[in-house]
């Protein structure tokens, strides 16, 4: 049996329409375990509660009642530090998700800035961690010098990708993420992902 990484309990989340008029309840009483290491699916179809479910389980969204477990101890809900070391989250649409006046550079190089202590505890060297990983999706170095529309959808994928994983995250969320190469999975080997998708097909993982 694998180790539990992470466990989500009797999560509920309600939203509001405009005013305030209608409430959703986009998740009822849910209760999910991921084990260590592995690849957990969260499938079903639009609306169904999957992208809610899998930001409360890495701590962008709060839910209104429930609890969640990383490694057995509760985190508390509002420890913002915690969930931010732990887990990382990759969107489908990558145009979105970069700042489109930052180069390519920077925006590999800000969650960096924000986890310091990565590069003081292990003494990495940044130019050789960018160069080396960059390498090993497939990626030409000259990327680096331009701005995210002058990258494809599928380059720019990688570079999230990239950017999630440079900081060592324990879990990834890959949201309606499309795009599953051989270098993803080599990396994901070492990781645990959620993947979040509206289509069963779609997905292959092996
Ligand atoms: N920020 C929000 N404000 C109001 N309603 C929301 C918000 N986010 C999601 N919802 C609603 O919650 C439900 C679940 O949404 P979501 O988790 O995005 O589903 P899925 O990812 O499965 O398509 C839907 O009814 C959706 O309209
Ligand atoms: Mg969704």
């Given at each position: 049996?694998?180790?539990?990484?992470?466990?989500?309990?009797?999560?509920?989340?309600?939203?509001?329409?405009?005013?305030?008029?209608?409430?959703?309840?986009?998740?009822?009483?849910?209760?999910?375990?991921?084990?260590?290491?592995?690849?957990?699916?969260?499938v079903?179809?639009?609306?169904?509660?999957?992208?809610?479910?899998?930001?409360?389980?890495?701590?962008?969204?709060?839910?209104?009642?429930?609890?969640?477990?990383?490694?057995?101890?509760?985190?508390?809900?509002?420890?913002?530090?915690?969930?931010?070391?732990?887990?990382?989250?990759?969107?489908?649409?990558?145009?979105?998700?970069?700042?489109?006046?930052?180069?390519?550079?920077?925006?590999?190089?800000?969650?960096?800035?924000?986890?310091?202590?990565?590069?003081?505890?292990?003494?990495?060297?940044?130019?050789?961690?960018?160069?080396?990983?960059?390498?090993?999706?497939?990626?030409?170095?000259?990327?680096?010098?331009?701005?995210?529309?002058?990258?494809?959808?599928?380059?720019?994928?990688?570079?999230?990708?990239?950017?999630?994983?440079?900081?060592?995250?324990?879990?990834?969320?890959?949201?309606?993420?499309?795009?599953?190469?051989?270098?993803?999975?080599?990396?994901?080997?070492?990781?645990?992902?959620?993947?979040?998708s509206?289509e069963y097909d779609?997905i292959?993982?092996?």
């Open positions: 049996m694998k180790n539990i990484l992470l466990r989500g309990e009797n999560l509920t989340k309600y939203y509001f329409t405009h005013k305030k008029k209608l409430k959703i309840v986009a998740l009822n009483n849910v209760t999910i375990e991921i084990p260590e290491k592995s690849v957990v699916a969260l079903g179809e639009s609306g169904s509660g999957k992208t809610t479910l899998g930001k409360i389980l890495i701590g962008i969204e709060k839910p209104d009642k429930g609890k969640i477990f990383y490694n057995g101890n509760e985190i508390k809900l509002n420890d913002r530090k915690i969930f931010s070391n732990l887990f990382q989250i990759i969107f489908q649409d990558p145009y979105s998700s970069f700042n489109p006046t930052f180069k390519i550079e920077k925006s590999i190089l800000e969650p960096l800035i924000l986890n310091k202590s990565y590069f003081e505890n292990f003494n990495i060297n940044r130019n050789d961690l960018i160069l080396n990983i960059l390498n090993e999706v497939g990626l030409d170095r000259s990327v680096l010098e331009k701005y995210p529309y002058e990258l494809s959808g599928g380059e720019l994928q990688r570079v999230a990708f990239i950017r999630a994983i440079i900081t060592n995250p324990k879990i990834i969320n890959w949201n309606n993420f499309t795009i599953v190469t051989p270098q993803f999975l080599n990396y994901s080997k070492h990781l645990t992902s959620i993947v979040v509206a779609g292959t993982i092996t």
